[in-house]
């Protein structure tokens, strides 16, 4: 439909027009603008629903939305029947499944991303519904399911048809394949309650740790990879063969009694007071609804009928910054005015119902060009390949680096220096390049070309990693230091040793000062020299001294893991450190002791195996047992491997306040041995907190957070031993 040509020349208009959204024209008429703005909402509809493959973000696509939605506002002379505006976008796509007509129009939602919108479309339904501007209006407040809509009637209780969203009038009938789905009930009483024919409106979802799964297999099985779970959902309802739909994980979730009547065709729904009261009567009745809490999401209600819109507001910040939590991938969350009586009196446009709005999350995803590619130097000598990229804002945050992981990752997306890049934020924590956008490359592009030398010292060549482990290219014998310093950062680091006091720049310190040359060194250091650095002083040096002090009593299976063995991460360290009483104990193992061990694989038996039988690594070990660092095992190590059956496993658990009915160190044992891990403070990260006597600011902020579980010292008891001590 698209020549490539044509494509680089509407993603450029649009990064052109998304700089263009104060309102200040770059055109001498509106009419062009507007031309120019169907043309490339047009185009990147192809891309999106037609051609599953979308160039820009969502949020990015409704800036140009609301650009051209605000020009025909202003010029209603200019609204055209094909402009975007005038009609419900469409996911057709030509597909094989016969063609069916909802019983009610299927509309979109108009969009908010900040509290002012929100404010601003209560002062709307306010003027819509003749209010008072100071009479509160209660809403219902639900999430925005990242998925593929469908739409399932229900005759004489019983399922007749199931159908996705189409273009809103019309949709493919999947009847068969919604048929899979075990969140999808056959029959339901609806006649209980005097309904006939209901159509019901949701969203069908793959749970997050499903959708890793489904990847995991499809990688050991050589197919191609999904992008992420909302691809995989919306491919699986439309699956020839019923088997695969039931294959992919699907779940619905049900969020609205879109159509009702009784047997003589009277209007039904109409009878509810409130949406409220509809979602709780599909709940009753079987359906999987947004009232459902999950283990995961008990803190926070996935749905809550808000007072006000200030309590709106509040709300869908919390989910903003908790959405990761949950197991469903969300992009928002839904506003519905609550009272039906007041929804009719608000209506509908073309496009959207007027009594409700979707508030979308900070954007993940974006566009911008990849400038360069550099590379780094890992502890274990991996030539890490980073990518430089035109800052952009995403998430909250600016990106302008993103590691490329690999020679294999970069292979595998054919990424090229020059390009323009689709960049995501996973998890609005660590950033990631999804793909390169190949149509609008014009011949400039570089490919990424691995360096033969290390490229802080030319003269060490770079060897592929051996067969079987990841593809990685290594510097195997570091002269330039980069690779010992890395060993340092993360020997001190706080998942390893937990040394306070040794930050990066302390260490790049001693390095110069020539004071570390092994990790031993890191445990003879001359702390009143270090009180004579520029900088330091002998309160910094006494504070390094009992930094390192106290990580020299430490549990063995933290040793083990700052070491920087290849592949010996937290978990193998600690299972491996249950079974010895010395870690030089492991000089005597072979590799099938180590493979004696739940979760241990062959990978991770090999390098240990390796290291142990390493003369120089025993005795640098040999060295810092001599200068006072523990290897023998303590009782933190025995009780390492947590509990997986244990009732709190998966929880994270911290005590505060002085505890009455038993010491910290039995209640930590406790928790562990329940499968909990303990956290070193209050965070929204935080599952549970455990309240003595006088507790003070730990409780108070678990109280603001509002997402942790406050348990009192009995309560804990009754949860991990049946009920309490004697």
Same mark, same amino acid.
């Given at each position: 439909?698209?020549?490539?040509?044509?494509?680089?020349?509407?993603?450029?208009?649009?990064?052109?027009?998304?700089?263009?959204?104060?309102?200040?024209?770059?055109?001498?008429?509106?009419?062009?603008?507007?031309?120019?703005?169907?043309?490339?909402?047009?185009?990147?509809?192809?891309?999106?629903?037609?051609?599953?493959?979308?160039?820009?973000?969502?949020?990015?696509?409704?800036?140009?939305?609301?650009?051209?939605?605000?020009?025909?506002?202003?010029?209603?002379?200019?609204?055209?029947?094909?402009?975007?505006?005038?009609?419900?976008?469409?996911?057709?796509? +030509?597909?094989?499944?016969?063609?069916?007509?909802?019983?009610?129009?299927?509309?979109?939602?108009?969009?908010?991303?900040?509290?002012?919108?929100?404010?601003?479309?209560?002062?709307?339904?306010?003027?819509?519904?003749?209010?008072?501007?100071?009479?509160?209006?209660?809403?219902?407040?639900?999430?925005?399911?990242?998925?593929?809509?469908? &739409?399932?009637?229900?005759?004489?209780?019983?399922?007749?048809?199931?159908?996705?969203?189409?273009?809103?009038?019309?949709?493919?009938?999947?009847?068969?394949?919604?048929?899979?789905?075990?969140?999808?009930?056959?029959?339901?009483?609806?006649?209980?309650?005097?309904?006939?024919?209901?159509?019901?409106?949701?969203?069908?979802?793959?749970?997050?740790?499903?959708?890793?799964?489904?990847?995991?297999?499809?990688?050991?099985?050589?197919?191609?990879?999904?992008?992420?779970?909302?691809?995989?959902?919306?491919?699986?309802?439309?699956?020839?063969?019923?088997?695969?739909?039931?294959?992919?994980?699907?779940?619905?979730?049900?969020?609205?009694?879109?159509?009702?009547?009784?047997?003589?065709?009277?209007?039904?729904?109409?009878?509810?007071?409130?949406?409220?009261?509809?979602?709780?009567?599909?709940?009753?009745?079987?359906?999987?609804?947004?009232?459902?809490?999950?283990?995961?999401?008990?803190?926070?209600?996935?749905?809550?009928?808000?007072?006000?819109?200030?309590?709106?507001?509040?709300?869908?910040?919390?989910?903003?910054?908790?959405?990761?939590?949950?197991?469903?991938?969300?992009?928002?969350?839904?506003?519905?005015?609550?009272?039906?009586?007041?929804?009719?009196?608000?209506?509908?446009?073309?496009?959207?119902?007027?009594?409700?709005?979707?508030?979308?999350?900070?954007?993940?995803?974006?566009?911008?060009?990849?400038?360069?590619?550099?590379?780094?130097?890992?502890?274990?000598?991996?030539?890490?390949?980073?990518?430089?990229?035109?800052?952009?804002?995403?998430? +909250?945050?600016?990106?302008?680096?993103?590691?490329?992981?690999?020679?294999?990752?970069?292979?595998?997306?054919?990424?090229?220096?020059?390009?323009?890049?689709?960049?995501?934020?996973?998890?609005?924590?660590?950033?990631?390049?999804?793909?390169?956008?190949?149509?609008?490359?014009?011949?400039?592009?570089?490919?990424?070309?691995?360096?033969?030398?290390?490229?802080?010292?030319?003269?060490?060549?770079?060897?592929?990693?051996?067969?079987?482990?990841?593809? &990685?290219?290594?510097?195997?014998?570091?002269?330039?230091?980069?690779?010992?310093?890395?060993?340092?950062?993360?020997?001190?680091?706080?998942?390893?040793?937990?040394?306070?006091?040794?930050?990066?720049?302390?260490?790049?310190?001693?390095?110069?000062?020539?004071?570390?040359?092994?990790?031993?060194?890191?445990?003879?250091?001359?702390?009143?020299?270090?009180?004579?650095?520029?900088?330091?002083?002998?309160?910094?040096?006494?504070?390094?001294?009992? +930094?390192?002090?106290?990580?020299?009593?430490?549990?063995?299976?933290?040793?083990?893991?700052?070491?920087?063995?290849?592949?010996?991460?937290?978990?193998?360290?600690?299972?491996?450190?249950?079974?010895?009483?010395?870690?030089?104990?492991?000089?005597?193992?072979?590799?099938?002791?180590?493979?004696?061990?739940?979760?241990?694989?062959?990978?991770?038996?090999?390098?240990?195996?390796?290291?142990?039988?390493?003369?120089?690594?025993?005795?640098?070990?040999?060295?810092?047992?001599?200068?006072?660092?523990?290897?023998?095992?303590?009782?933190?190590?025995?009780?390492?491997?947590?509990?997986?059956?244990?009732?709190?496993?998966?929880?994270?658990?911290?005590?505060?306040?002085?505890?009455?009915?038993?010491?910290?160190?039995?209640?930590?044992?406790?928790?562990? &041995? &329940?499968?909990?891990?303990?956290?070193?403070?209050?965070?929204?990260?935080?599952?549970?907190?455990?309240?003595?006597?006088?507790?003070?600011?730990?409780?108070?902020?678990?109280?603001?957070?509002?997402?942790?579980?406050?348990?009192?010292?009995?309560?804990?008891?009754?949860?991990?031993?049946?009920?309490?001590?004697?």
């Amino acid at each position: 439909m698209y020549t490539p040509e044509q494509q680089r020349a509407l993603f450029d208009q649009s990064k052109a027009l998304l700089q263009n959204t104060t309102g200040n024209s770059l055109f001498d008429a509106p009419e062009a603008k507007i031309a120019d703005l169907i043309a490339v909402l047009r185009f990147h509809e192809w891309r999106y629903y037609v051609q599953n493959d979308p160039m820009i973000s969502d949020f990015e696509y409704d800036q140009l939305f609301n650009q051209l939605k605000a020009l025909e506002v202003q010029h209603p002379n200019l609204v055209t029947p094909e402009s975007p505006t005038q009609r419900v976008g469409d996911d057709n796509s +030509g597909s094989a499944f016969s063609q069916v007509a909802h019983l009610t129009p299927m509309l979109s939602l108009d969009n908010s991303y900040d509290a002012e919108d929100l404010r601003d479309f209560d002062t709307s339904i306010k003027k819509l519904c003749g209010l008072d501007k100071e009479e509160a209006v209660a809403y219902c407040v639900e999430p925005k399911y990242d998925g593929g809509t469908i &739409a399932l009637v229900y005759e004489n209780d019983l399922l007749v048809r199931g159908a996705t969203r189409g273009d809103g009038a019309l949709g493919d009938d999947i009847t068969a394949n919604m048929r899979t789905l075990k969140s999808i009930p056959l029959r339901a009483e609806f006649s209980k309650f005097g309904i006939f024919r209901a159509e019901l409106r949701g969203e069908a979802l793959i749970r997050k740790d499903i959708f890793e799964k489904i990847n995991a297999r499809r990688q050991q099985d050589g197919e191609t990879l999904f992008a992420n779970p909302r691809n995989a959902a919306t491919g699986g309802l439309r699956m020839k063969d019923p088997k695969e739909t039931a294959a992919r994980g699907l779940e619905a979730f049900i969020y609205q009694l879109g159509f009702a009547e009784d047997r003589d065709g009277n209007p039904v729904q109409n009878s509810f007071e409130s949406h409220d009261e509809s979602i709780h009567l599909l709940e009753k009745i079987g359906f999987k609804t947004p009232l459902a809490n999950t283990e995961k999401e008990q803190h926070l209600p996935a749905t809550k009928t808000c007072a006000n819109i200030e309590e709106v507001i509040e709300y869908c910040l919390a989910w903003q910054e908790y959405r990761d939590e949950y197991p469903y991938e969300l992009d928002g969350m839904v506003v519905k005015l609550n009272r039906i009586d007041l929804q009719a009196k608000c209506g509908y446009t073309s496009h959207h119902p007027r009594w409700a709005i979707a508030f979308k999350f900070r954007a993940r995803q974006a566009t911008t060009r990849l400038r360069d590619v550099e590379f780094q130097v890992g502890k274990t000598g991996a030539i890490t390949p980073v990518a430089k990229l035109e800052p952009v804002a995403l998430a +909250g945050v600016t990106v302008s680096n993103v590691s490329l992981h690999n020679e294999e990752f970069i292979r595998s997306k054919d990424i090229r220096i020059g390009d323009r890049v689709l960049v995501e934020r996973a998890g609005d924590v660590i950033p990631y390049i999804v793909k390169p956008l190949e149509e609008l490359r014009d011949g400039t592009e570089i490919p990424v070309e691995f360096p033969e030398y290390c490229p802080f010292d030319e003269t060490k060549t770079v060897k592929l990693a051996r067969a079987g482990e990841e593809a &990685a290219w290594r510097c195997p014998n570091c002269t330039c230091g980069l690779q010992a310093y890395q060993k340092y950062v993360f020997h001190v680091s706080k998942h390893a040793m937990d040394i306070e006091g040794l930050s990066k720049a302390t260490i790049e310190r001693l390095i110069e000062m020539g004071w570390l040359n092994s990790l031993a060194d890191l445990y003879r250091i001359d702390y009143d020299a270090v009180s004579q650095l520029s900088g330091f002083g002998k309160r910094s040096a006494d504070n390094l001294k009992a +930094g390192i002090e106290k990580a020299k009593k430490n549990p063995i299976h933290r040793l083990l893991h700052s070491l920087s063995v290849h592949h010996l991460g937290q978990k193998a360290s600690k299972l491996i450190a249950a079974e010895i009483g010395h870690v030089l104990d492991l000089c005597d193992w072979d590799l099938e002791k180590y493979q004696t061990i739940k979760d241990i694989g062959p990978v991770v038996a090999q390098k240990v195996f390796d290291f142990f039988h390493n003369p120089d690594n025993v005795a640098l070990l040999r060295e810092m047992e001599a200068l006072g660092v523990n290897l023998t095992q303590t009782d933190d190590d025995k009780k390492a491997d947590l509990n997986e059956d244990g009732p709190l496993f998966g929880k994270s658990i911290l005590f505060t306040g002085s505890l009455t009915q038993f010491t910290r160190e039995t209640a930590e044992a406790a928790a562990a &041995a &329940a499968g909990a891990t303990l956290a070193s403070g209050v965070s929204k990260h935080l599952n549970i907190l455990v309240v003595g006597e006088k507790a003070g600011s730990k409780l108070k902020k678990a109280q603001e957070l509002g997402t942790v579980e406050i348990w009192s010292e009995t309560e804990f008891l009754e949860k991990t031993t049946g009920g309490s001590e004697e």
